[in-house]
């Protein structure tokens, strides 16, 4: 019983890992830049959609669509920032983003509905990641296990990028007041557009490693945008890279212990833990008192 509950919480750690890595972009534009982007989700679907068309109609192997994944998301996200998203900035009411954003969120959803069909696309891993790894009483997944390793590295990564350099406090900065971080000569559009850029990859990454545990399909940005807003606001609104990793491996756990136990409830569990660290953090659980 033992080996078997810890073989659950190492899946829904792995899970946890992806939920952050599709989440981290959103916790850096809407806690640190103050923008509700209702299309982070779709960046992820992108970057899924792009890993499995060049591995199902390409032949291109898996890690090699990884680096493409990233990259094509980050420069869509990077397009959308500099065409619409930047003339909302400071808008006096958040409704004008929101509708913004969950409206190109449909229309993504009905044109990759129109490009790929309304199926799930097939996936195909190599065989060095489909197998299990024995650890004395734990068969360990090997693609969960390449999960938590590449989330080890890139949230090390992350926390150095936007906690302890300049770059997040500049970010910081700009969110705070932007004409004055201006006057410092700093390049506040510049700024913006990169933390898009990155947080837009991010999500492309996330996506492009979650086909083989998700579904990929055109309903992805909707499925999973509300789990990238709870991991969010969960982790404090205060762009919290370690907050957004703690919210994501307690829903991760969460969601998979939930749905193995009692699978009946479906998704009732993840939100029951929502409601119930809410009342007891509203700010989140990082956030500062």
Wanted: glycine fraction near 12%; aromatic fraction near 12%; proline fraction near 3%.
């Amino acid at each position: 019983m033992i080996a078997n509950f810890l073989n659950i919480a190492f899946s829904g750690i792995a899970y946890g890992v992806l939920l952050f890595l599709m989440a981290a972009g959103l916790s850096v534009t809407q806690g640190l830049m103050n923008f509700l982007n209702l299309t982070h989700a779709v960046f992820a679907m992108a970057g899924g959609y792009f890993a499995v068309t060049l591995m199902n109609d390409l032949g291109w192997p898996f890690f090699a669509t990884l680096p493409v994944a990233t990259l094509g998301a980050a420069l869509l996200g990077m397009l959308f920032e500099r065409t619409l998203f930047r003339r909302f900035y400071g808008a006096d009411r958040h409704l004008d983003q929101i509708m913004l954003t969950i409206g190109l969120t449909f229309m993504a959803v009905a044109a990759t509905t129109y490009i790929w069909g309304p199926n799930p696309l097939p996936v195909r891993l190599p065989s060095y990641l489909t197998g299990l790894v024995h650890i004395g009483f734990l068969d360990l997944d090997e693609y969960r296990l390449f999960l938590i390793a590449v989330g080890i590295v890139l949230i090390t990564l992350l926390i150095l990028g936007f906690e302890r350099t300049s770059f997040g406090a500049k970010i910081r900065a700009a969110v705070d007041n932007r004409r004055v971080t201006a006057s410092c000569g700093i390049n506040v559009d510049r700024l913006f557009m990169f933390a898009f850029l990155i947080g837009s990859g991010l999500a492309g990454l996330g996506g492009a490693l979650s086909v083989n545990l998700l579904s990929v399909d055109p309903n992805f940005a909707v499925a999973f945008l509300a789990y990238m807003l709870i991991v969010v606001v969960l982790g404090g609104q205060n762009g919290s890279i370690k907050g957004a990793l703690g919210a994501a491996l307690l829903l991760g756990v969460a969601d998979v212990v939930g749905k193995y136990y009692v699978p009946q409830t479906g998704a009732f569990i993840i939100y029951t833990v929502t409601v119930l660290v809410l009342f007891w953090r509203p700010n989140g659980i990082f956030a500062k008192s």
